[in-house]
């Protein structure tokens, strides 16, 4: 009766996996998943395509878990906005294949987004799979970024990883919530339109959770839940291809969300910065990596104008109890010159907030 009742008063739950041909990853992770304790829950797996029989292994062995099947491979954009406009909840959690849960990781997440109509997205501690005591790159205790638009992690710094020791065990307003466990408000996800399925893969969840800070909403990071992400699951770091999806996308999240007077200043600095990265690629013999680049802000240039077309289109749909855009999450300083010139490697020593 007491279950009957919890589950009853819970807001509904739905923990929504995409995957393309990740069958291994659901033969590790998924388990732990469906030992979620959160009494008012869905587990849904969403499908892009798969060919190696991933989804024919969950429902032989999770029948309790959903599929919605995509008729081929839509990206991590596109595949979510598919498969969502299919799920009915009031909150949805985006979890990748390869994340290890633990069984009350949903409680504090939802009690602390219950506790504020004026949040709209959040994210738990994310730790390493393979070194438990580590930060994991992919969102770690948190996502900023700044001034000239480089994303950044309490936890990690460019490829700069930090051991947890409780340093960052303060639950906080931040800029975004990685897209490997992200938490967020169905009304909110149906009013900021989802992912921008121009952005394919990467950055998309820093693109949607910056759209909702200028609506006027809040993204969290909720310290009192940790999950475990093996990483890397769908490019490997080293993949030139993820290199021009980090480079487009980045210059492409700026043109979108920066106000346009600052803008125009922000984003030829970008392309400077990044001719100095695709200089140090070929001189460590990274030609591939290097022409990533090139192919990125050829990319940028040719859709400028088209892109400009979509500038935020709901900075007009502020929440009515909300109306100037929070500053947490931006640093005001420049993340390369603190790692590359001063040397910082830990978020608590950077300066300039």
Known sequence: MNMLHETAKAPKVAVVILNWNGLKYLQTYLPSVTASTYPNLEI???DNGSTDGSVEFVRANFPMVKTVL??????FTGGYNKVLAQVQADYFILLN?????????????????ESDELIAAAAPKILS????????????????????GYPFCRGRIFFEIEEDHGQYDQTIEVLWASGAALFIKQKYWGLSGGFDERFFAHMEEIDLCWRLKNMGLKVMYCAESTVYHFGGGTLDVENPYKTYLNFRNN???LQKNLWLRKSVFIIPMRFLLDFVTLARFLSEGKRKDAAAI?????????QLFTNSGQRQKVRSERHADYNLQSTAG???????????????RRFS???GW
């Open 44 to 46: 849904v797996l969403g």
């Open 97 to 113: 294949s390869d994340v290890e849960v633990v069984p009350n990781w949903i409680e504090p997440v939802i009690k602390l987004m």
């Open 70 to 75: 995509n008729d081929q491979n839509y990206g």
């Open 251 to 253: 210059l492409l999240l």
């Open 349 to 351: 020593e950077l300066k």
């Open 294 to 302: 090139s192919k990125a802000h050829r990319n940028f240039i040719r």
């Open 129 to 148: 799979w393979q070194q438990k005591n580590k930060f994991e790159h992919a969102g770690a205790a948190g996502g900023f970024i700044d001034t000239f």
């Open 330 to 344: 931006f640093y005001k300083g420049s993340v390369v010159w603190a790692f590359f010139v001063r040397k910082v």
